[in-house]
């Protein structure tokens, strides 16, 4: 700090004589430090800019991480997308899904499954009159599994208590009890939670001392279990529900009535030429969604940065690499319509897509979802590469960080020298301040004493 800084900051603030020289001692101080400072403030601007790099580097890794499960979410299954279509869906609906095999399939719906259900005799009503005598239970079991099997109380017990006492039973292994209430008065109705005739209900009755005994409710089937039993092109088929998918390879029939005798429905597997289309706008919207980032970054944050750069290229030199083996027709993505912009964002022809489909569906799925020379498994992979811990964007943030502590040690070395700065400053202005009082007081002592000077 130069004598002349120090002279302009200290000649205007000399006040009237006083205690002291009525120099702004903390004011001085003030504005020297805030010079003395500059060197540190410019260390912390240069971290708070690191910082901002290690934040912008944080949502690259995001975006990667975001990219490579879009990447690893697309499935052959998607890519083989098909529809399954029923003549009649009065008599059943149907999904299929990738690998399920185009052609259409006469079904006959011969009967639906259905749990069994029991009710009671009426009673006159259902939180009063009890049921037997003191003691007895009644077993509830669920189909031939003897584990199925579980014991309420039912003597000496209201309707309203017996049906607690099955639905809250820790054991209870698939019903579900319900009181009715119809002109004849209150019934218990137990209805089996699962369809078909392996999950039919067996009740056995006892007394306190474990004797069997007659039903004291007088439990009665209403409606008796059954399996659904289908005609596929002329083989039959049963199972225990009416959600079957393990009969037509990828399809899943959900049956609604039956048909008369010998009446078929038709099903229609196709290729699903939109859902394949949404799967592969997915890829190119995630790949745009990466494109866009390394882009805002580049402008803002990480301007100049080299990894961007450098992922970039990365994804470029994947993009134009051809995946060989995997069709005999195809090897590019912009063969089937997926193809770079000027703007190096990612764009899909539908028509071109629609034709390739159209040419080798299986080839256009291995094109993106082959194990090793898939566009989508090699994507995700060098995004995985790129935003593993130790990776390049990892290796860049471990740089920024130890620049951070670097320039840390810088600011807190600064620190205690501008704490010692300005310890010394203060004693000295206070030293000033004390010699100009002192100045000052002997000034005005001459003055009064050359007044008082004859003839003055």
């Given at each position: 700090?130069s004598?002349?800084?120090?002279?302009?900051?200290?000649t205007?603030t000399?006040s009237?004589p006083?205690?002291?020289s009525?120099?702004?001692?903390?004011?001085i101080i003030?504005k020297?430090?805030?010079?003395?400072s500059?060197?540190?403030r410019?260390?912390?601007?240069q971290?708070?800019g690191?910082q901002?790099?290690?934040?912008a580097?944080?949502?690259l890794?995001s975006?990667?991480?975001t990219?490579?499960?879009a990447?690893?979410?697309?499935?052959?299954?998607?890519?083989q997308a098909?529809?399954?279509?029923s003549?009649?869906?009065?008599?059943f609906?149907a999904?299929?899904?990738g690998?399920?095999?185009?052609?259409?399939?006469?079904?006959?719906?011969?009967s639906?499954?259905?749990?069994?259900?029991?009710?009671s005799?009426a009673?006159?009503?259902?939180t009063?009159?009890?049921?037997?005598?003191?003691?007895d239970?009644?077993?509830?079991?669920?189909?031939?599994?003897?584990?199925?099997?579980?014991?309420?109380?039912t003597?000496?017990?209201?309707l309203?208590?017996?049906?607690?006492?099955?639905?809250n039973?820790?054991?209870n292994?698939?019903?579900?009890?319900?009181?009715l209430?119809?002109?004849?008065?209150y019934?218990?109705?137990?209805?089996?939670n699962?369809t078909?005739?392996a999950?039919d209900l067996?009740l056995?009755?006892d007394?306190?001392?474990?004797?069997?005994i007659?039903?004291?409710?007088?439990?009665?089937?209403t409606?008796a279990a059954?399996?659904a039993?289908i005609?596929?092109?002329?083989?039959?088929?049963t199972?225990?529900?009416?959600?079957?998918?393990?009969?037509?390879?990828?399809?899943?029939?959900?049956?609604v009535?039956?048909?008369?005798?010998g009446v078929?429905t038709?099903?229609?597997?196709?290729?699903?030429p939109?859902?394949?289309?949404?799967?592969?706008?997915?890829?190119v919207?995630a790949?745009?969604a990466l494109h866009?980032?390394?882009g805002d970054?580049?402008?803002?944050a990480l301007s100049?940065?080299s990894?961007?750069?450098?992922?970039?290229?990365?994804?470029?030199g994947?993009?134009?690499t051809?995946?060989?083996?995997?069709?005999?027709t195809y090897s590019?993505l912009?063969?089937?319509?997926v193809s770079?912009?000027?703007d190096?964002?990612?764009?899909?022809?539908?028509?071109?897509?629609?034709?390739?489909?159209?040419?080798?569906?299986n080839?256009?799925?291995?094109l993106?979802?082959?194990?090793?020379?898939?566009?989508?498994?090699r994507?995700g992979?060098?995004?995985?590469?790129?935003?593993?811990?130790n990776g390049?964007?990892?290796?860049?943030?471990?740089g920024?960080?130890?620049?951070?502590?670097?320039?840390?040690?810088?600011?807190?070395?600064?620190?205690?020298?501008?704490?010692?700065?300005?310890?010394?400053?203060?004693?000295?202005?206070?030293a000033?301040?004390?010699?100009l009082?002192?100045?000052q007081t002997?000034?005005?002592f001459l003055?009064?004493?050359?007044a008082?000077?004859p003839?003055?």
């Amino acid at each position: 700090m130069s004598s002349n800084t120090i002279l302009s900051l200290v000649t205007p603030t000399i006040s009237s004589p006083g205690v002291g020289s009525g120099l702004d001692v903390n004011g001085i101080i003030t504005k020297l430090m805030a010079i003395e400072s500059i060197p540190m403030r410019n260390l912390q601007k240069q971290q708070s800019g690191l910082q901002n790099e290690i934040s912008a580097l944080g949502q690259l890794t995001s975006s990667l991480s975001t990219f490579q499960t879009a990447m690893q979410g697309l499935t052959t299954a998607q890519l083989q997308a098909r529809t399954a279509t029923s003549a009649d869906n009065t008599k059943f609906t149907a999904t299929a899904v990738g690998g399920a095999a185009d052609g259409t399939y006469q079904i006959e719906v011969v009967s639906l499954a259905q749990a069994q259900q029991m009710a009671s005799a009426a009673f006159a009503d259902s939180t009063t009159t009890t049921v037997g005598s003191a003691g007895d239970t009644m077993t509830i079991q669920v189909g031939a599994d003897t584990s199925n099997a579980f014991t309420v109380t039912t003597g000496g017990q209201t309707l309203t208590q017996i049906r607690d006492a099955i639905n809250n039973a820790a054991d209870n292994k698939g019903v579900t009890a319900s009181i009715l209430h119809t002109d004849a008065g209150y019934q218990l109705v137990l209805s089996s939670n699962q369809t078909g005739t392996a999950n039919d209900l067996t009740l056995s009755f006892d007394d306190s001392s474990g004797t069997a005994i007659t039903d004291p409710l007088s439990l009665a089937t209403t409606q008796a279990a059954a399996d659904a039993v289908i005609d596929v092109n002329g083989q039959q088929a049963t199972r225990s529900s009416n959600t079957i998918s393990d009969v037509i390879q990828g399809v899943t029939l959900s049956l609604v009535g039956t048909d008369a005798s010998g009446v078929t429905t038709a099903l229609t597997v196709a290729q699903d030429p939109t859902g394949i289309t949404s799967a592969v706008q997915g890829f190119v919207d995630a790949y745009n969604a990466l494109h866009k980032t390394l882009g805002d970054l580049g402008s803002k944050a990480l301007s100049g940065d080299s990894t961007l750069s450098l992922i970039q290229s990365q994804l470029f030199g994947v993009i134009n690499t051809p995946a060989t083996g995997v069709s005999s027709t195809y090897s590019y993505l912009a063969s089937i319509g997926v193809s770079i912009q000027k703007d190096g964002t990612m764009a899909l022809d539908s028509g071109q897509l629609t034709t390739a489909l159209s040419t080798d569906p299986n080839g256009v799925a291995r094109l993106f979802t082959d194990s090793t020379q898939g566009f989508a498994t090699r994507l995700g992979d060098l995004a995985q590469q790129l935003a593993t811990p130790n990776g390049i964007v990892d290796g860049e943030t471990q740089g920024l960080n130890n620049q951070i502590s670097f320039l840390q040690t810088q600011i807190d070395n600064q620190q205690v020298r501008l704490t010692a700065e300005q310890q010394s400053l203060r004693r000295q202005f206070s030293a000033l301040d004390a010699l100009l009082g002192t100045m000052q007081t002997t000034s005005n002592f001459l003055t009064q004493q050359l007044a008082a000077l004859p003839g003055s």
